[in-house]
């Protein structure tokens, strides 16, 4: 087998490979990109229930001071800022903006100190349902959400391909394969005869002769540059 079939089965051996590498390149970028849109869009889902929560309680609702009458706990664990342990809800009394009495329990800031009976807390109560209230702590309430949706967002960008500060693209580099001509036996060995045949009618004492060969040596050097030195003399 000549060194050009040997090279062309070596090219169609590596083929395969390489359609497997990209395949599977391809297959791993199109699972992350959809990780990436689940968890943004539920991020972006969570904050908007979690604001549209306190607009929808911002259209009826009142402010005002509450109570602290007692208190309910539950264990709650160390991550994410958590307590470690027992966490409180107060219970709360107040009146309401029609001079009503009415409790509510209050659970939407994390508390992880047992709070003080008689102490005072700023609240916000649905009118039309005393009992719904929250403490007043802005990021809690409007601040936490907000984040977890710039987060969300920042996500699904990422996954788009069209993140703020820019990706590496996943795009595998094109590398042009540059061809090998490689000559055969034959091939070579014709090239030599012309070559020797050349070489004799430089020594020639006709001018033309000598100068055909000239030409016919420098065309030779021109196509096989490294091998300008092959042949007999």
């Known amino acids: 087998m000549s060194a050009k079939s040997e090279d062309r089965a070596g090219q169609q051996s590596a083929a395969p490979n390489e359609d497997e590498e990209h395949r599977s390149a391809t297959r791993g970028g199109l699972y992350l990109t959809i990780g990436m849109l689940a968890v943004g869009a539920i991020l972006v889902i ?3 229930v979690m604001l549209g929560a306190q607009l929808v309680l911002a259209t009826h609702s009142a402010t005002t001071a509450a109570t602290v009458v007692g208190y309910s706990r539950h264990l709650e664990g160390a991550g994410h800022g958590g307590c470690g342990g027992w966490a409180y809800d107060p219970h709360v009394a107040f009146v309401t903006s029609k001079g009503m009495k009415a409790t509510a329990t209050v659970s939407n800031v ?11 807390l700023q609240i916000r109560y ?3 349902n005393p009992s719904q209230a929250q403490i007043t702590d802005w990021f809690t309430n409007w ?3 907000l984040i977890w ?8 960008w990422w996954g788009l391909g069209t ?11 094109i590398v042009e394969a540059t061809p090998v001509v490689q000559e055969s036996n034959n ?3 014709k090239r030599l005869q012309r070559e020797y045949a050349a070489r004799a009618q430089e020594r020639s004492s006709d001018p033309e002769l000598r100068r055909y060969a000239q030409e016919r040596m420098q065309e030779s050097r021109r196509t096989h540059p490294e091998q300008r030195d092959s042949g007999g003399e």
């Not at 994390?110 to 005072?120: D, N, V």
């Not at 949706?149 to 699904?156: K, Y």
């Open 46 to 48: 969570y904050a908007a």
């Open 110 to 120: 994390q508390i992880c100190t047992a709070p003080s009976r008689g102490a005072t």
């Open 126 to 128: 649905d009118t039309g």
């Open 143 to 145: 601040g936490g959400p």
């Open 149 to 156: 949706g710039v987060i969300g967002l920042v996500i699904i």
């Open 163 to 173: 993140p703020p500060f820019g990706r590496p693209s996943r795009a595998k580099p």
């Open 187 to 189: 091939q070579r060995k």
